[in-house]
């Protein structure tokens, strides 16, 4: 008996170790102060704000950001070329932002190498972005882009907005088409394979007749940032322009105000041997330039206005089915030797000129569109 109380006695002590066990439980705690750097995806989770940067003056611009806030949400930030890289500088501080959509803003050689930068400095803070155009653009900017893994949608055939249509249709409601295909009226390439199809959808004329309108309204408020957000979120709610108050009433007086413009070209237009030019000054040379073509007899016209604020012209550039160069690329080139920016399309592009430069990218421009 003494012998089996013994055997007991070593039994019980051998169960010590078991108080050691729970002992070494304490790592544990250990294990939940290593969750830590959960605060860290917290934080990055946060991240939840989308914003489109898109082209201000015209309607493939407003199309697009429309577009994209109807399958993405977020907001808008509407901006001329000028106002593009001020733009990105603002967004790419700002922790909330999750996805960028920059639609509809061409490059130029002055810009790029910028631009570059600023999409680098946004992939490495993990922020999604996409860059949805149209414009010429140097080859070696797109491979750039995509090596940063920036999502590139570019095709210069197609307007940008149909180009947004094309990706995100899954997202987009029925009436995103409409959208597009009068963006595609409005940019000249109605004809072009995407936006043609588009187009055989509606009336032709009712498509017309709507583009015109939703262009002369961004036009004619150039000035008045929170109406042009206004046609972003009703274009975004699937209105078409005739629902959309006062439309039809502001395109006739804008209609009002380009009839007079045609005697304004008429009697203050110059030609020179490859185009014809002229100064505006109380419209938007866009609203000009197809006039100044037209009655020049040239196959090239241009029109400028100053922007006193910014010691710089705006100009507007357009050539007619004759013109045998690509406009954009050549002033893009020459905007840039003269220390300011500009590109576009084959036959309708734009340029920022300082303002001492104005004469010599005119005369300059008349040599290389021989």
């Given amino acids: ?124 803070n993990k922020i999604s972005v996409t860059y949805i155009d ?25 307007c940008t907005t149909v180009q947004v249509y094309t990706a995100y249709k899954s997202k987009l409601q029925d009436h995103a088409s409409f959208v597009a295909a009068c963006a595609a009226i409005t940019d000249y390439m109605q ?24 262009t002369y309204n961004i036009v004619g408020h150039q000035r008045e940032p929170d109406y ?8 975004a709610d699937s209105k078409f322009p005739h629902d959309i108050p006062n439309t039809f009433e502001f395109a006739q007086i804008q209609v009002e105000k380009l009839s007079q413009i045609i005697a304004k070209v008429k009697k203050g237009m110059k030609t020179m041997s490859n185009l014809g030019h002229m100064e505006i000054l109380d419209s938007g040379a866009s609203g000009a330039v197809n006039f100044v073509m037209g009655l020049s007899g040239k196959n090239v016209g241009v029109a400028y206005k100053e922007r006193i604020d910014h010691g710089i012209y705006a100009v507007s550039v357009r050539g007619s089915d004759n013109c045998k160069v690509h406009l954009g690329r050549i002033v893009n080139l020459l905007a840039t030797s003269l ?28 040599k290389q569109i021989k």
Avoid: W
């Avoid at 995407?194 to 309108?213: E, H, M, N, P």
């Avoid at 500009?342 to 104005?358: E, L, Q, R, T």
């Fill in 1 to 124: 008996m003494v012998v089996s109380k013994n055997k007991i006695i070593k039994k019980v002590a051998t169960k010590k170790p078991s108080t050691k066990k729970v002992a070494t439980k304490k790592p544990a705690t250990k294990k939940v102060a290593t969750k830590k750097p959960a605060t860290k995806k917290v934080a990055t989770s946060q991240r939840t704000k989308v914003i489109c940067i898109s082209h201000k003056e015209d309607c493939d611009g407003i199309s697009s950001a429309a577009l994209i806030r109807q399958a993405f949400g977020g907001d808008s930030i509407l901006v001329d070329y000028p106002g593009q890289m001020e733009a990105l500088n603002q967004v790419v501080s700002d922790e909330k932002l999750k996805s960028l959509f920059i639609c509809d803003l061409g490059l130029s050689k002055k810009t790029q190498d910028e631009f570059i930068d600023i999409m680098s400095r946004l992939r490495k």
């Fill in 339 to 366: 220390g300011g920016s500009g590109g576009g399309h084959d036959k309708a592009c734009g340029a920022v000129v300082p303002k001492s430069k104005i004469k010599k990218f005119i005369t300059e421009l008349n």
């Fill in 228 to 235: 042009l957000q206004y046609l972003v979120e009703e274009l």
């Fill in 134 to 158: 149209h414009h010429d653009i140097d080859p070696t900017v797109v491979t750039a882009l995509k090596k940063l893994k920036v999502k590139v949608i570019h095709d210069i055939n197609e």
């Fill in 191 to 214: 004809d072009r394979p995407l936006g043609s199809k588009l187009l055989q959808i509606y009336d032709r004329q009712f498509a017309l007749i709507s583009a015109t309108v939703m």
